[in-house]
Nanobody
Framework: QVQLVESGGGLVQPGGSLRLSCAGS????????MEWDRQAPGKQREWVAT???????NYAESVKGRFIISRDDAKNTVYLQMASLKPEDTAVYYC??????????WGQGTQVTVSS
């Protein structure tokens, strides 16, 4: 069982930056693929970025060039560095760690609001 705790969300002005963290406990992180998803008000949850256990990284087109996903397996933590934030980035951000087709765990979510 893995427990995930997200942090780093908040209110930021357009063009600003935030770094989200997702810290896990209870299991060895290095075997998991990890991703960030987000859900804006009235919209479906959407995928943002993935970093695999082998270090392969992919981003949604909407965040490519602005967001950076990284992981520190020694700290059981995955990060999402967000820059050049736009109002349309406003959402609850969730981390998800998983072994595809076997098991997966969601964090509780952290609110990011981009507004002047």
């Amino acid at each position: 069982q893995v427990q995930l705790v997200e942090s780093g969300g908040g209110l930021v002005q357009p063009g600003g930056s935030l770094r989200l963290s997702c810290a896990g406990s209870g299991n060895i992180f290095k075997v998991y693929d990890m991703e960030w998803d987000r859900q804006a008000p009235g919209k479906q949850r959407e995928w943002v970025a993935t970093i695999t256990s082998g270090g392969t990284i992919n981003y949604a087109e909407s965040v490519k060039g602005r967001f950076i996903i990284s992981r520190d397996d020694a700290k059981n933590t995955v990060y999402l560095q967000m820059a050049s934030l736009k109002p349309e980035d406003t959402a609850v951000y969730y981390c998800y760690v998983y072994v595809r087709g076997v098991v997966g765990y969601w964090g509780q979510g952290t609110q990011v609001t981009v507004s002047s």
